[in-house]
Antibody, heavy 127, light 108 residues
């Protein structure tokens, strides 16, 4: 069964750090772009980061310079290192897999959406 | 960055109704538009990708159309399990891959 399981969430003070993990199973992890998406309580989805099969990384302006996405293919694992956390980073964090489609646009160029999602891990930034 | 705007933000409908949700991009995104369904307490589920391709296992009552800047998600005959929040997402060119703000579909 194709599965993604996040872990590492918790309560952290403003300015603190947290490292999220995502364990993948049931597919060839190294062959897929991987993403993190977050959702604050009662709010919409926000794309947070992506890492391509070649290790290229991408971030929106809201987290660039504070968050670092990485992957360890030998362990079928995805990570999100979050530093300088703010109250606005409080959310459920999902890892997700980029769908592979009929055409390949290059590493990190997810064109066909996110087809497998984990159950999410909750990050709360509060004093 | 490309901005995505969905309308309406919320919608009330009855079982059996035909429902259409619209998503507009701030610039042309060709057909690189995806639709997701999310139910309370659950992760999003991919319904449609590249504007009109149904993801495996998704019922045929869901359909998508559009290109350029304007896109629609249509549910031909609402079923009880379809009441949820729907999001569009653009995956055109390089990231960031922005989402729309969501459309909450409620039972009338």
């Amino acid at each position: 069964e194709v599965q993604l399981v996040e872990s590492g969430g918790g309560l952290v003070q403003p300015g603190g750090s947290l490292r999220l993990s995502c364990a993948a199973s049931g597919f060839t992890f190294s062959s897929y772009d991987m993403h993190w998406v977050r959702q604050a309580t009662g709010k919409g989805l926000e794309w947070v980061s992506a890492i391509g099969t070649a290790g290229d990384t991408y971030y929106p302006g809201s987290v660039k310079g504070r968050f670092t996405i990485s992957r360890e293919n030998a362990k079928n694992s995805l990570y999100l290192q979050m530093n300088s956390l703010r109250a606005g980073d409080t959310a459920v964090y999902y890892c997700a897999r980029g769908l592979q489609g009929p055409f390949y646009y290059g590493s990190g160029q997810t064109r066909y959406g996110l087809d497998v999602w984990g159950q999410g891990t909750t990050v709360t930034v509060s004093s | 960055d490309i901005q995505m705007t969905q309308s309406p933000s919320s919608l009330s409908a009855s079982v059996g109704d035909r429902v259409t949700i619209t998503c507009r991009a701030s610039q042309s995104i060709s057909t690189f538009l995806n639709w997701y369904q999310q139910k309370p307490g659950s992760a999003p589920k991919l319904l449609i990708y590249v504007a009109s391709t149904l993801q495996s296992g998704v019922p045929s009552r869901f359909s998508g159309s559009g290109s350029g800047t304007d896109f629609t998600l249509t549910i031909s005959s609402l079923q009880p399990e379809d009441f949820a929040t729907y999001y569009c997402q653009q995956t055109y060119s390089a990231p960031p891959y922005t989402f729309g703000q969501g459309t909450k579909l409620e039972i009338k």
